[in-house]
């Protein structure tokens, strides 16, 4: 965990630099807190099928709290590494 | 499944709560640090491109001639814009400059009248010394009865008479003085003459409307023959050397904000394009929306207009802060235009403050009235 921590910690560093907090997908402007959601939702549903796979699911207790918990950090990881201002 | 884990139940147990508490663990800290990149980096999508706007304007009233320019066109300062029609005011300023020499020949004649009152004056006090010594010698004989009485008393009347006219003469000569209207070395007479016919001459020359800045002509939107009343805006220039962001910033943001910290821009105009910015100021003051109060003087009978509810759940006020847009050349910057800004509340203040100076160096050039030109603004770049 603290390895993943540290990774994360070198990402932003190396990406110094924070993309638009606007994309535009079709001449709509999404603010970038909305995409990090979407995508971490989708990089948590890889980790469930792994999860699925493992057999850990029944282990993952409260399982509603934990998957809460998942996305968001998934999605503040997505955050972090794109839009963060160095 | 072939999977090492599912042997075991005791390691998957172990690892499910390791997973579950790890989860709690990593959405406290990575939301802690989300946190305090946002505080240290306030952002806002709330902003957009402004620029400073001249609302084109006369100074004299009168029908458009010539308009020498077309919508969206780039004009440059001291270009000629439009014209309205000038023959009245030239007529004017022909009236001022005869009434001019009109006024040098009036000085001249109050002069000749001084001069004039001056010899009458000069004639009378003869004349009443003669009368005043003329009736003392006169008075001396009466005693003597060499005299009648009746020639006496002619003698008296006419010495009166005289010193009299001597004070009627004086104040005539002050009279005329005072027509010629000098005042120390100056004539005022030719100098209201002479205002007059400047005045007129300037009215003369606002009936050409010169570019006061580079920029570009929007929203023209009439042809020559339109009626161009005193004051009235005709269109508008969009001066082109500076341009800005206001960026609408909640309170709680503002206490870290300084000017000359630095600012990433961007602008939906140049999508996914870093610009940089530079704060010029964080305001002081806006009218809050956020209450159905109103403390503000005058209005309901000057006092507070205040309201007995408030709302459960208040909203922070928003504050526009302004953000002056650096190397604004090769972009084509429009007002109005949505911008999203993050503001670097860790930047080098002094090298920021040092851009606006040089940013606001192009900014600083003075209009200059088109008196006094060729037909041109005097520019002084």
């Known amino acids: 965990m603290s390895r993943w921590i540290s990774f994360l910690a070198l990402s932003v560093l190396v990406t110094m630099t924070g993309c638009d907090p606007q994309l535009n997908i079709a001449g709509a402007y999404f603010p970038a807190w909305?995409?990090?959601?979407?995508?971490?939702?989708?990089?948590f549903w890889l980790l469930h099928l792994v999860f699925?796979?493992?057999?850990?699911?029944?282990?993952?207790?409260p399982l509603p709290l934990v998957y809460g918990a998942l996305i968001a950090s998934l999605s503040c990881i997505l955050w972090l590494l794109f839009f963060a201002a160095p | 499944m072939s999977d090492p884990l599912s042997g075991g139940k005791l390691l998957r147990r172990t690892l499910g709560i390791l997973i579950s508490v790890a989860s709690f663990v990593s959405v406290a800290v990575l939301a802690w640090l989300v946190d305090q990149n946002i505080a240290k980096n306030p952002r806002t999508e709330d902003a957009q491109v402004r620029a400073n706007v001249i609302g084109v304007a006369t100074q004299v009233g009168g029908t458009i001639t010539g308009i020498h320019v077309k919508d969206n066109q780039l004009v440059h300062k001291g270009d000629l814009l439009f014209e309205i029609d000038s023959r009245p005011y030239a007529a004017e300023a022909e009236k001022a400059k005869a009434q001019l020499a009109l006024t040098e020949l009036?000085?001249?004649?109050?002069?000749?009248?001084?001069?004039?009152?001056e010899a009458q004056l000069k004639q009378s006090e003869a004349k009443a010394a003669y009368a005043v010594d003329y009736a003392k010698r006169v008075q001396a004989l009466v005693g003597n009865l060499y005299v009648t009485i009746d020639k006496n008393q002619l003698a008296q009347t006419e010495a009166v008479t005289a010193t009299d006219k001597v004070s009627q003469d004086k104040a005539a000569l002050e009279r005329a003085r005072n027509l010629l209207g000098n005042q120390g070395d100056v004539n005022v007479r030719r100098i209201a003459a002479q205002a007059a016919l400047k005045d007129s001459e300037l009215k003369l020359s606002y009936c050409k409307v010169y570019a006061t800045c580079d920029g570009y002509v929007t929203n023209l939107q009439i042809t020559p023959g339109a009626y161009a009343?005193?004051?009235e805006q005709i269109f508008s220039l969009v001066d082109k050397k500076i341009w800005y962001v206001l960026a609408n910033f909640r309170e709680t943001d503002l206490k870290r904000m300084r000017?000359?910290?630095?600012?990433?821009?961007?602008?939906m105009a140049e999508s996914g394009n870093k610009l940089r910015g530079i704060v010029q100021g964080v305001p002081k003051a806006v009218v809050a929306l956020n209450t159905p109060s109103n403390n503000a003087p005058g209005g309901e009978g000057i006092l507070s207009r205040v309201s007995p509810t408030i709302d459960f759940i208040l909203l922070a006020q928003r504050y526009p802060v302004r953000i002056v847009l650096d190397e604004p050349e090769g972009h084509s910057f429009r007002m109005g235009g949505t911008a999203s800004v993050i503001v670097h509340t860790g930047s080098d203040i002094?090298?920021?403050m040092k851009?606006?100076?040089?940013?606001?160096q192009v900014q600083d050039t003075e209009f200059v009235s088109p008196m006094g030109g060729a037909g041109?603004?005097?520019l002084n770049e």
């Open chain 1, 52 to 61: 699925l796979k493992a057999g850990l699911l029944p282990y993952l207790f």
């Open chain 2, 355 to 360: 851009v606006i100076t040089r940013l606001q």
């Open chain 2, 106 to 117: 009036e000085i001249q004649a109050y002069q000749d009248q001084i001069a004039a009152s």
């Open chain 1, 34 to 43: 909305l995409a990090c959601t979407l995508g971490g939702l989708f990089l």
């Open chain 2, 259 to 267: 000017p000359g910290m630095s600012v990433d821009v961007y602008l």
């Open chain 2, 376 to 378: 041109r603004i005097p």
């Open chain 2, 350 to 352: 002094e090298e920021g």
């Open chain 2, 229 to 231: 009343a005193v004051g």
